[in-house]
């Protein structure tokens, strides 16, 4: 079946995520779970939480586009020392990112609205404990906001 990707689409998963816990929200292209392309958007508001993760398997690299909005890439290292960050801006100079395998990362909208596009290979397998940032809280955890909100320090360079 053909699906357009419009800003009405991307309106109403907007809008859907705003209402949710987590603030977030999948849309999938990719019929199921087992599928060995994964492809999807992402709506993402400033105050989701992402934690810092990686993908151990060399077929998990995955590539990440803005369709609208802004959004905070950050690359630590081991430690979780941050080793590098861009922003990717819906019609900015920096639109996207391939994230290699083995890669800690996390994502954090900068602007309400933000709709990434996602491309990784299936199937999908959740993130295993080799693969979570220890460093880092886990999602829930009482020290996020505060976690977040030096994230966006990094991101910003200023206090949010």
């Not at 992402?42 to 586009?65: F, G, N």
Request: glycine residues 10%.
């Amino acid at each position: 079946m053909i699906q357009f990707i419009d800003q009405a689409l991307l309106a109403e998963l907007s809008a859907s995520a705003a209402q949710l816990p987590r603030r977030r929200m999948h849309r999938n292209f990719h019929p199921d779970e087992t599928y060995p392309a994964h492809r999807l958007l992402v709506a993402i508001e400033p105050d989701s939480y992402v934690p810092p993760h990686r993908h151990l398997s060399p077929a998990k690299d995955e590539t990440l586009l803005i369709l609208r909005g802004s959004l905070g890439v950050i690359f630590f290292d081991q430690h979780g020392v941050v080793e590098r960050y861009t922003i990717l801006r819906a019609g900015g100079e920096t639109l996207g990112v391939d994230v290699p395998h083995g890669v800690f990362h996390c994502v954090m909208a900068l602007e309400p609205g933000t709709v990434i596009f996602e491309a990784k290979a299936g199937p999908y397998s959740p993130i295993g404990p080799e693969e979570r940032a220890l460093w880092a809280p886990a999602e829930g955890d009482a020290g996020v906001g505060a976690y977040l909100a030096g994230l966006r320090v990094v991101c910003l360079g200023i206090a949010a």
